[in-house]
């Protein structure tokens, strides 16, 4: 390739923002010299390099503002642990209709079982396919909102939750909620009732929800916007946190003292 062909794709690949395929250019050409390749090949090659080095980037910058505690995915989570929970449900939950469908998921179960974790697995699915996705405990949502309630900002902060296409809310359960704090998580859902996804885990039993949210004529109607469109996944087995603590070895006995 001619230096001044050369020259000019890299300045007009700059120029439209194609700022990977401007460095690579030689690197591809090569590539395709040497597997002979077509044009229409080469121009495959050429935009997918782009396509691939920006998805790449937009996915990392989607895990940046998500908020998540971690990125386990939905591989490092060991199904045979929990033999009662249906993988192909859960698989089929992280090809991420129900983001698209703006529909909602439970995921309920006691301390240990993989609920946060499955729900990070399918944030992370949800980040790589390029949606946008924030993750809050249900104590700090509460706090932000209770926060901007008392400066007259309750409207913005809403909003800045109803933006996410998915948005997961850890916890619900753990610590009861006052009538005023159950009512504004009573508005966060009903503005975002039909409008986007939210993933729920909780300890507690739908049953029990009056007693998280105080008052159980909020707690109704929290749940019935929020289970119209719903899967609702309970996990029923072991803490997997046990199952490490039993596993590990016993600790060494202590040596008697030789004194004795
Ligand atoms: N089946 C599993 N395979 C692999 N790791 C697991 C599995 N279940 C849980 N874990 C791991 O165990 C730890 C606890 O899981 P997780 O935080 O998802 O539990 P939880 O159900 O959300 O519990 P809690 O109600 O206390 O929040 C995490 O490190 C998680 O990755
Ligand atoms: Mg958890």
């Given at each position: 390739m001619s230096e001044l062909i050369a020259t000019r794709i890299r300045d007009t690949a700059t120029k439209l923002g194609l700022l990977h395929l401007a460095e690579v250019v030689p690197d591809l050409v090569k590539r395709a010299e040497d597997a002979t390749m077509g044009y229409l090949d080469f121009l495959d090659l050429a935009l997918g390099e782009e396509a691939g080095v920006k998805d790449g980037r937009r996915f990392r910058n989607a895990l940046k503002l998500s908020g998540l505690p971690h990125h386990k995915t939905l591989d490092d989570f060991d199904f045979t642990f929990q033999p009662d929970l249906d993988v192909r449900k859960i698989r089929d939950l992280a090809t991420l209709a129900f983001v698209e469908a703006r529909a909602n998921i439970a995921l309920l179960g006691?301390?240990?079982?993989?609920k946060s974790h499955l729900a990070v697995a399918l944030a992370v699915a949800a980040c790589q396919a390029g949606f946008s996705v924030y993750f809050t405990s249900l104590d700090d949502l509460v706090a932000k909102l209770r926060l901007a309630s008392a400066q007259g900002k309750l409207g913005w902060q809403i909003r800045s939750y109803l933006r996410p296409s998915l948005l997961i809310v850890d916890e619900v359960g753990y610590l009861p909620l006052d009538r005023a704090d159950a009512n504004l998580v009573f508005q966060l859902v009903s503005r975002r009732y039909e409008k986007g996804s939210i993933i729920i885990t909780s300890n507690?039993?739908?049953?029990?929800w009056g007693q998280v949210f105080t008052d159980e004529v909020l707690a109704t109607a929290i749940l019935d916007r929020f289970l119209h469109h719903c899967d609702v996944i309970s996990i029923n087995g072991p803490s997997w946190r046990l199952k490490e603590r039993l596993s590990a070895?016993?600790?060494t006995p202590i040596s008697p003292s030789v004194t004795e």
């Open positions: 006691p301390p240990g079982v993989g507690k039993a739908f049953s029990e070895p016993d600790p």
